[in-house]
């Protein structure tokens, strides 16, 4: 890993009788493409906003730049862009009046301004919208005009979370193309998602569950951590051969996701054809089957089911 930019040193924050996070410790080095990702509830938000200087936590610290958000939370804003889920755009302002307020609030200085800008519309595709009113905008360009804003003092590290929630198929490729080239360009950029299939793009995840990290790998790490291999099936009863497959002493684990079922097995080609002979036995009918790849998404539910209980 490259020298890290931002380190968690058993990052904590506690809601009442909540603990939101909970001894958090990893590092990030700079340029690295880093992912958190859990479900709703897992800490992911609550982590950023105490990176980002902007909630104090009620236990351990964290280094940003080189700054502790415990000892100076505003010192670390100098070295940081945050993007919330909701960013404070303006919709009565068109895409270049927003630009520069922002140009304006981090002080860029005049002479910079007209390169910084012709960039962010290059990259962000804005430039034949600048008189649009963000209001009137869609919502993956209103993402992207975020990002914009964001990034015009040119930091050196990037807070993102869930950038692509709500977003379109299209405006979500495109989005992780624009933060693909922050990367390239050296921003180190941490974001927080929900959707395990964004976090295959990163270079690093750290999986949250219940405000602790369960694990911290790469992709291809964490899908060697799968123990058994996955078998897919789509039936015509699809809750009901969830129920069935799970039950079978073979089967480590059985997940729908849609109408699709991973199931993990020890050995698929020794066993799934008596599974498979269990499901026809009662009355189901099979309409696809293969063996898969595993996804993160496998990986976190087996980690997840696999954990012991949270103290």
Sequence with gaps: MAQPTVVLSDLSRRFRDVEAVDRLTFSVGRGELFGIVGPDGAGKTTTLR??????????GDARVGGVSVTRDPEGVKRHIAYM??????????????????????FRVPADQRA???????????????????????????????????????EPEIMLLDEPTFGVDPISRRDLWLIVHEMVAAGITVLVATAYLDEAERCDRVAMLHAGQLLALDTPEGFRRRL?????????????????????HPAV???????????AILDD????????????ASAGITILEEAAGEPSLEDVFIHLVTSAPAHA
């Design 50 to 59: 105490m990176l980002a200087g902007v909630l104090r936590p009620t236990g």
């Design 227 to 247: 123990t058994g291999r996955i078998q897919t099936v789509r039936t015509s009863a699809p809750r009901q051969t969830r129920d069935l497959v799970a039950a």
């Design 268 to 279: 698929p080609a020794r066993d799934w054809p008596d599974v498979k002979s269990r499901i």
């Design 84 to 105: 919330s889920q909701r960013f404070g755009l303006y919709t009565d302002l068109t895409v270049r009046e927003n630009i520069d307020f922002y140009a304006d609030l």
């Design 115 to 153: 390169r910084r800008l012709e960039r962010l519309y290059q990259f962000s595709g804005l430039g034949p919208f600048e008189r649009r009113l963000a209001g009137q905008l869609s919502g993956g360009m209103k993402q992207k005009l975020g990002l914009c804003c964001a990034l015009v003092h």
């Design 252 to 262: 480590q684990h059985a997940v729908l996701f849609g109408d699709m079922l991973h």
